[in-house]
């Protein structure tokens, strides 16, 4: 395992124990294949990895197996408080049911966004994500990962890509499974989604003010986890010279 120091020196007598942990957050819109490349990058690097959209997904379908109530926050966020999350080798349990695949479901996609307004539920997301954290190297992949959840993280990247490649990309992914859709009707629920990202009020999609931008536009998978392969080791090496 890398390690690395985040504490400069302390000058006083009794010195706080360093963290020689190591945070990586990569951040960006929906289809810019964050997940599957935060995966491969983490594994590179030998760290945990946390895919916080599926956090999003295993509370939205908490609600949409409630059925809401969609009109009340409070309530909304009572049940995020209330379920348990884990994360363990890639798969997602809640309340210790595997719900990997069911929170992939187009109905609770459509749903998200009454979980991830509420910024209650945020709240919660983010101290699990942080509880998660704890003693570990991660890398960490979401929206607001650089920004809110770990303001402090050693290498934060944005990882970013035109619309049209996203929509492509998608596309290419969805025939792979059988499913036919065209560009056009990809490309409208994405700018929707995008616009819903970067305008909540609370953990909108934007890049922090010291994150990397990454454009992945015309690379292939393999090709952007060598990138970030080498930014992150380049940042490990400048923070423990
Ligand atoms: O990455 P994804 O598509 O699985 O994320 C699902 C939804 O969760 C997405 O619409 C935005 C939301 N989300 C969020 O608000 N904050 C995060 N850190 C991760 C995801």
């Known amino acids: 395992m890398i390690q690395r120091s985040v504490h400069p020196p302390q000058p006083v007598e009794i010195t706080p124990p360093e963290s020689d942990l190591m945070i990586v957050t990569l951040d960006g819109p929906a289809g810019a294949g964050k997940s599957t490349i935060a995966r491969q990058l983490a594994d590179r690097l030998g760290f945990a990895f946390l895919d916080t959209g599926a956090m999003y ?30 994360m363990e080798g890639g798969r997602v349990h809640l309340n210790g049911e595997d719900v990997s695949e069911l929170i992939r479901l187009n109905e609770v996609t459509s749903h998200i966004h009454y979980l991830a307004d509420n910024w209650a539920v945020r709240e919660r997301m983010v101290a699990l994500q942080r509880a998660f954290a704890e003693g570990k190297d991660i890398v960490t992949e979401g929206r607001d990962q ?16 035109s619309p049209e490649e996203r929509a492509r990309r998608r596309v290419q992914e969805l025939q792979a499974r059988g499913e036919q859709v065209s560009v056009a009707e990809v490309l409208a629920l994405q700018n929707e989604r995008d616009r819903r990202d970067s305008t909540r009020k609370v ?10 931008d990454v454009c992945t536009d015309g ?9 970030l392969v080498e930014i992150v080791r380049e940042r490990m090496q400048r923070t423990d010279g």
């Open 57 to 86: 997904r295993a509370v939205t379908l908490v609600a949409v197996r409630n059925r809401g109530p969609w009109d009340d926050p409070q309530a909304l966020a009572e049940l995020a408080r209330q379920c348990q999350i884990e």
């Open 203 to 212: 953990g909108r999609l934007e890049p922090a003010p010291d994150a990397i």
């Open 219 to 227: 690379m292939s998978p393999d090709e952007v986890v060598e990138q």
């Open 146 to 161: 650089g920004t809110v959840a770990f303001p402090k993280a050693d290498c934060k990247i944005f990882l970013t890509a």
